[in-house]
């Protein structure tokens, strides 16, 4: 797994980018148009994004469809996979809590 990926994850436009192309691919302008950032902006980010391989672009006409790719994210969640153990256990000792407070 890349460090680019985790650099790319790092930005909420960018995993704002990502929430958006998982519904499917849109071009730069729609997606620019989900932003109060000017296009030059999210053209940037969204060459992070392209360089971490977390999109694809294909050429459509005169646009640019962009499209998620989901093999990285899927190395992220393999590798925060052993970290779910310890919140787990941090939420069942709130709950445990949080149940006690409520009998007193």
Do not use: C, I, K
């Not at 302008?29 to 672009?57: I, N, T």
């Not at 006409?61 to 787990?88: D, I, K, N, T």
Request: hydrophobic fraction near 45%.
């Amino acid at each position: 797994m890349s460090e680019d990926v985790f650099l790319a994850l790092a930005s909420p436009a960018r995993r704002r980018l990502l929430e958006l192309l998982a519904d499917g691919p849109r071009t730069a302008g729609d997606l620019a148009a989900q932003f109060e950032m000017s296009r030059p902006a999210v053209a940037e980010h969204l060459q992070v994004l392209r360089r971490a391989a977390l999109v694809r672009d294909e050429p459509v006409g005169r646009h640019r469809l962009y499209h998620l790719e989901a093999e990285p994210l899927e190395q992220v969640g393999e590798w925060l996979h052993p970290f779910e153990r310890f919140w787990r256990e941090r939420l069942r000792s709130l709950a445990d809590v949080v149940e006690n407070e409520e009998e007193s």
